[in-house]
């Protein structure tokens, strides 16, 4: 079982596979599931997208961690994440 279902399993939610999940640790970065494409990176941004709708990080000095196998870990000060539904 991968960290972030056993996460909305815990809080209890049940996620749809279809939208990007994630969970983000203050000043650290966050960790995304369900990840398809990534759209944008920049050290301001980052857009993840899913099946349905995508996810728009905005913060300071971002960076990819880890891309692959449907997961993202996106490491800096994360500041805000958007849902962008449809992109």
């Known amino acids: 079982m991968r960290l972030g279902e056993e996460i909305v399993r815990a809080l209890g939610g049940a996620g749809d596979p279809a939208r990007v999940?994630?969970?983000?640790?203050?000043?650290?970065?966050?960790?995304?599931q369900?990840?398809?494409?990534?759209?944008?990176?920049?050290?301001?941004?980052?857009?993840?997208a899913g099946r349905r709708g995508a996810v728009r990080v905005e913060g300071r000095m971002l960076r990819l961690g880890r891309y692959?196998?449907?997961?993202?870990?996106?490491?800096?000060?994360?500041?805000?994440?958007?849902?962008?539904?449809?992109?």
Do not use: K, M, P
Request: avoid cysteine.
């Open 21 to 32: 999940q994630y969970t983000v640790v203050e000043g650290r970065g966050g960790y995304f």
């Open 68 to 87: 692959g196998a449907g997961d993202a870990a996106i490491l800096g000060d994360i500041e805000r994440v958007v849902r962008e539904e449809e992109r």
């Open 34 to 48: 369900n990840v398809r494409r990534l759209l944008e990176l920049s050290e301001t941004a980052v857009v993840l």
